[in-house]
């Protein structure tokens, strides 16, 4: 007779949960609960409030938590809205009002938006055409796939494209003769899908949901005002033109590194596109549809039409028999409900910040350290930092928002500063992710072979510092004209 292993009382191993006790998450577990025991017993900041240095200590305990023990991101953000009710540093109708103040809405509509052009052929048709037209120039072809990658992204959900795209390049590399770990443009290429995608993901707030639905909400919620939050015409007023100021040299920053040279690389007939293009057919109806769709949920809310209204009904026509383009029970099973979790709850973080005291003592020891700071060094700080963090703490892009927003938002209003347009391009730069090969966006395409690790780190950090300066100096200038003072 077989022995039968007992299941254990407890799951050490994560035979339940998939999710075994390693000595990382022992130890991350152990010091973030570490922290909050300290500050709440000793109590140091008890001249801001008799929460505050609970809050502070719930605070640190649970970006540390984020960023270093591997949980899932929905299960973190669970435990911050009931721990933070349990030690009373809100009240559970702050949790419940999160669903509607949050943007969730409109972060669920326009994933699901963007879900339905993965059920058409619509990018692969515009990867033959680009690639029949400039395949016989490698280098502009690198350039132009980079561009084409990040328009798309605009619309379309970043790790889609970067799926897509890697795969398809993946197949006309190999066909051109390029060899994985050899080819200088194979490398370029597929650093730049990663690249671009995210770079496009800012271009508009659609263009990546999680990411800029998160920086918002860190930002509104940490200053207890959604009326800062910036609508997606003024958005668009200061993303767009960073985004076709940037995109270009961001793009050639990884060619000139990497010394890509049309002598050296292999070509494809045109022919060869032609017959992909022939495989896919005349343009369908599901393309058409979802391009119509697209369009008119970006014009809809540039014309300042509700957004979260906006995102839901597009989302629901995306699905509905005869005008949809995708099942529904597939685009919903796409939808990211950890992240949309964590959109919703982990803005509390923003209020344990702003309802205790703790505000005021960040801002009282920061305050003095800037002196005179200008709006647009203010700007460009904030853009900067949060590009050097989010690269730094690789895979914790929730938990460095909440720091950065968290931290910035409070100040700005303190100073006198209008936090709308000033932490615009923070936010952009919680999508400047690429520089480091470790990063699980990246990585989506490393088991293709044509980089190695450390080949994104210093042509990324160049790209990701262009588009932060860039992108402030744009916000600092337009913003006014659009009707974003600099000033409260």
Not at 13 to 19: E, H, S, Y
Not at 162 to 191: C, D, H, R, T, W
Not at 288 to 305: E, K
Not at 459 to 472: M, N, R
């Amino acid at each position: 007779m077989e022995n039968v292993q007992r299941d254990a009382i407890l799951d050490f191993k994560g035979t339940a949960t998939k999710f075994p006790v390693t000595k990382k998450f022992t130890i991350s577990l152990a010091v973030s609960v570490g922290i909050y025991i300290i500050l709440a017993l000793t109590n140091p900041l008890a001249a801001y409030g008799e929460m505050a240095s609970k809050a502070l200590g719930f605070f640190i305990g649970a970006i540390i938590f984020m960023v270093t023990s591997g949980v899932d991101l929905g299960v973190i953000a669970i435990l911050v809205a009931c721990l933070g009710v349990t030690i009373g540093l809100f009240k559970w109708g702050t949790v419940s009002s999160r669903l509607g103040a949050s943007q969730f809405y409109n972060m669920l509509g326009m994933i699901m938006v963007a879900c339905g052009c993965e059920f058409t052929p619509l990018g692969r048709r515009l990867s033959y055409h680009i690639l029949r037209k400039f395949g016989q120039k490698p280098v502009l072809m690198a350039v132009f796939i980079g561009v084409l990658a990040a328009t798309l992204s605009a619309f379309v959900s970043n790790t889609a494209i970067i799926i897509l795209f890697s795969a398809i390049m993946n197949g006309m590399l190999l066909a051109m003769g390029e060899e994985p770990g050899k080819s200088k443009l194979g490398k370029v290429i597929m650093l730049l899908i990663p690249l671009c995608s995210s770079a496009g993901g800012m271009a508009l707030f659609s263009g990546s949901p999680t990411g800029n639905a998160a920086a918002v909400s860190y930002m509104t919620s940490a200053i207890g005002d959604q009326s800062y939050a910036p609508t997606y015409a003024q958005w668009a007023s200061v993303s767009v033109p960073t985004f076709v100021i940037c995109i270009v040299p961001a793009i050639l920053v990884y060619i000139f590194w990497f010394k890509v040279k049309d002598s050296e690389c292999k070509r494809l007939p045109r022919e060869y596109y032609d017959n992909l293009l022939k495989e896919l057919g005349p343009v369908g109806g599901s393309e058409i549809r979802w391009v119509i769709i697209v369009v008119t949920m970006v014009a809809l809310m540039m014309a300042g039409v509700t957004g979260p209204y906006v995102a839901m009904f597009c989302a629901a026509v995306t699905v509905f028999p005869v005008v949809g383009v995708a099942p529904a029970k597939e685009v919903i099973k796409k939808a990211p409900w950890s992240a949309l979790l964590a959109i919703c709850l982990l803005p509390l973080l923003g209020n344990v910040v702003t309802d205790t005291g703790l505000n005021k003592w960040i801002s009282d020891i920061i305050t003095p350290l800037l002196g005179n700071i200008s709006p647009f060094m203010l700007c460009l700080l904030a853009a900067l930092l949060m590009a050097v963090l989010i690269n730094l703490l690789v895979n914790a892009m929730m938990g460095v928002q909440a720091l950065v927003m968290s931290i910035m938002a409070p100040l700005c209003v303190s100073l006198g500063y209008n936090p709308t347009i000033i932490l615009l391009p923070a936010a952009f730069a919680a999508s400047f992710y690429w520089c480091m090969g470790v990063n699980q966006y990246v990585q989506i395409n490393k088991e293709y072979g044509w980089w190695e690790m450390k080949d994104p780190i210093i042509p990324g950090l160049i790209a990701a510092v262009l588009i932060a300066v860039v992108s402030a100096v744009v916000a600092c200038t337009l913003g006014p004209i659009f009707g974003m003072s600099l000033y409260l």
